[in-house]
């Protein structure tokens, strides 16, 4: 009989499994008492393993074919390809799990500006600071309980004062503990892609566009503002926003606008609705790290 290969990565995972709990049984089989099976009959006998020497081994034999037995393996040997077999499975797991989380960083579309920012790596300037911190690390460690309430956060205020920063901590840190998947777009960007979509060359309907941004489990959406604030592009927002709060998917929305001019900006049916299921404001209003390092050179 050929002998089992249980190097790692012999075994895709599906298999992995299935060996696994072949193994689990016979062990369980082991530690049980002998199974009646009509037709047969089991003698109990000592055997050696060459490995850990003598064990108790039962031998099933067929009463209408003799000559088929069944015979049990040694038990320390069972258990070692039990534990073999386990770190396998977890090691499968593992690189399938560091493999999504890539593809979910890939398609988060981070920009290379922000590619290396993490919570550890922001530098609160203040009191207000360190709270919006310490709020955005909370959304992320409460993760679940945002995500089945679709409560999202705005970020508003002074520009470059980490508005970005936080909410590129907050995507991957979603990403790399939960795996859940997060796009970051502009204002501008997703409302040309719905607006191109009325060409009569477009390659996507409307529709299948704005359930593009319905689709992942967080969107963030920056440079809200720089828009001109027309009714359509109004619209546009609310519609996908409003898909999205209807769906219980968390949105965060980035702008530099002070927080009483968002209503203005993205509409009031919008910023309501960004403050349900758990959502908030954070006003970042503080000068500019930018100013503040440059004034200190």
Not at 94 to 115: D, G
Not at 197 to 217: F, G, H, L, M, N
Not at 245 to 259: D, F, R, T, W
Request: proline share 5%; aromatic share 6%.
């Amino acid at each position: 009989m050929a002998k089992r290969d249980y190097r790692p990565g012999h075994w895709k995972e599906p298999k992995m499994r299935e060996r696994l709990q072949y193994i689990q049984d016979k062990l369980k089989t082991l530690n049980a008492p002998v199974e009646t099976i009509a037709g047969t009959e089991v003698r109990v006998s000592k055997a050696e393993c060459p490995e850990h020497g003598s064990f108790e081994q039962r031998c099933r034999t067929f009463k209408a074919l003799p000559h088929v037995q069944t015979r049990t393996e040694c038990p320390r040997c069972l258990e070692t390809k039990m534990a073999d077999m386990q770190n396998q499975v977890q090691a499968e797991q593992a690189r399938k799990k560091q493999a999504l989380i890539q593809t979910l960083l890939k398609n988060a579309h981070i920009p290379p500006r922000f590619e290396q920012a993490c919570f550890e790596s922001y530098q609160p300037v203040n009191a207000q600071a360190r709270q919006c911190l310490a709020v955005c690390q909370r959304y992320a460690e409460h993760w679940p309980t945002r995500r089945s309430q679709g409560g999202g956060l705005v970020l508003c205020g002074r520009p470059g004062t980490g508005k970005n920063h936080l909410a590129v901590s907050m995507a991957k840190s979603l990403i790399q503990t939960h795996q859940a998947s997060v796009l970051l777009t502009g204002a501008l960007q997703m409302i040309r892609a719905v607006k191109n979509t009325w060409s009569k060359t477009a390659e996507k309907t409307e529709t299948q566009v704005i359930q593009d941004y319905a689709r992942p489990d967080l969107l963030v959406i920056d440079e809200l503002g720089v828009q001109f604030g027309s009714d359509t592009e109004k619209i546009i927002l609310f519609e996908i926003l409003n898909t999205r709060y209807e769906q219980l998917k968390p949105s965060v929305l980035i702008s530099n606008l002070a927080p009483a001019e968002m209503a203005d900006c993205i509409g009031e049916r919008v910023m309501d609705r960004m403050q349900e299921g758990g959502g908030g404001t954070l006003a970042f209003t503080w000068n500019s790290y930018r100013q503040q390092k440059s004034q200190c050179v």
